[in-house]
């Protein structure tokens, strides 16, 4: 389900708060590597924020608002970052990659990806994901912009 090409920006960038998250750290926010993890809501940070947008082909993507560096992801250098499934956990991707596939927002407020979710965090507030749906988390979203 590759989304190919440019990404039309939405209007409203967000912070997502995982619900049941940590305490004092639950807002979902990307690593240097691109990364998701629980940590504190600073609603200002870029590395929190994401927007809600559209891929070339219609698909809902969730566009990522902090830039990364060759040292961490040459990958995404230069290239509109989204939120993808690697088949494994969500992490930020080049949206018009290959193999990119979308992570987006369902009513529900959960984050999916086909039939896979957000299911969480572990030990180390890395974000956890259901890749059969079983168990999924909602995270309640503030309007940054």
């Known amino acids: ?32 590597n691109g990364e998701m993890v629980d940590a504190a809501c600073v609603n200002t940070a870029a590395d929190r924020q994401v927007t809600p947008s559209t891929s070339s082909s219609g698909a809902s993507v969730l566009l990522v608002q902090r830039s990364f560096t ?27 990659g290959a193999n990119f596939q979308a992570v987006s927002l369902n009513a529900n407020g959960e984050l999916v990806s086909g039939a896979a979710c957000q299911s969480g965090h572990d ?8 890749a059969t749906g079983a168990k999924c988390v909602a995270v309640t979203t503030t309007d940054v912009t």
């Open 70 to 96: 060759a040292d961490f992801r040459s990958d995404l250098v230069g290239k509109q970052a989204c939120i993808g499934f690697n088949g494994t956990t969500f992490l930020a991707q080049d949206c018009a």
């Open 1 to 32: 389900a590759a989304a190919g090409g440019a990404v039309t920006r939405g209007a409203t960038t967000i912070v997502m708060k995982e619900v049941g998250g940590i305490p004092g750290n639950e807002c979902l926010t990307f690593r240097n």
């Open 123 to 130: 030990a180390k507030a890395q974000l956890t994901v259901d």
